[in-house]
């Protein structure tokens, strides 16, 4: 089975930094994803790593540790606008031809206030 | 237009219809996938596939059947329409299927009553 989890709620206030985990438990590993939703609207792809480590990419950064099944995504310097949910993503094998598919976490909604 | 757009936006059907989302990519991406989105559960997987004539069963796949008779278009039937399948379906299309990411289209609103 897979198992993505992440936590459901994180508040935090303008200007701050916050860290977003994920833990999974899957059949197969071929990466790691993470986007971002705001309500109404479609996921849109943050960052994606496939080795150990820290992918950084402006304000967000992204982290992975396939031993411990973990990944987190650090947003720094927050604005209002980053206030959506996060989700968190692994990419697993098909059983046939179909290739690869992401499998999804529930989200993190994170709320930002001034 | 470019990109990927699913019609229609809103839907409202009857327990029991047969209905059919559609999904069209204008970048010949090979994968394409369909997940729902219910508040509790996140996103979840319906059906991928990998190219034209060749698909999977994703997390969640009965009561729903697809096609791919060609790369750009990836229609979702719903067999017979069940209150439960009330949702928010996402199409969403990969060229590698790996780090380029899945771009998602605006999603279609189904309700069932």
């Known amino acids: 089975g897979q198992n993505i989890d992440q936590p459901t709620e994180m508040t935090a206030t303008e200007g701050a930094i916050v860290q977003i985990n994920c833990t999974y438990q899957t059949s197969g590993f071929n990466g790691l994803f993470w986007y971002q939703q705001h309500a109404g609207e479609a996921p849109t792809f943050l960052s994606y790593?496939?080795?150990?480590g820290l992918e950084e990419k402006g304000r967000f950064s992204s982290f992975l540790s396939r031993s411990k099944g973990y990944s987190y995504l650090l947003l720094k310097e927050l604005q209002m606008k980053d206030s959506a949910s996060y989700l968190c993503a692994v990419r697993v094998p098909s059983a046939n031809q179909a290739g690869t598919a992401l499998i999804f976490g529930k989200g993190t909604t994170l709320s930002v206030s001034s | 237009d470019a990109g990927i757009t699913q019609s229609p936006r809103y839907k409202i059907t009857e327990t029991g219809r047969q209905v059919t989302l559609m999904c069209h990519q204008t970048w010949s991406h090979s994968y394409m996938f369909w997940y729902r989105q219910d508040l509790g559960h996140g996103l979840r997987l319906i059906y991928y596939?990998?190219?034209?004539?060749?698909?999977d069963k994703g997390e969640v796949p009965d009561g729903y059947v697809v096609s791919r008779s060609k790369t750009e278009n990836f229609p979702l039937t719903l067999e017979s329409a069940t209150r439960s399948q009330t949702s928010v379906y996402f199409c969403a299309s990969s060229e590698t299927g790996g780090g380029d990411g899945y771009t998602f289209g605006s999603g279609t609103r189904l309700t069932v009553v």
């Open positions: 596939s990998a190219a034209a004539d060749i698909t």
């Open positions: 790593n496939v080795l150990d």
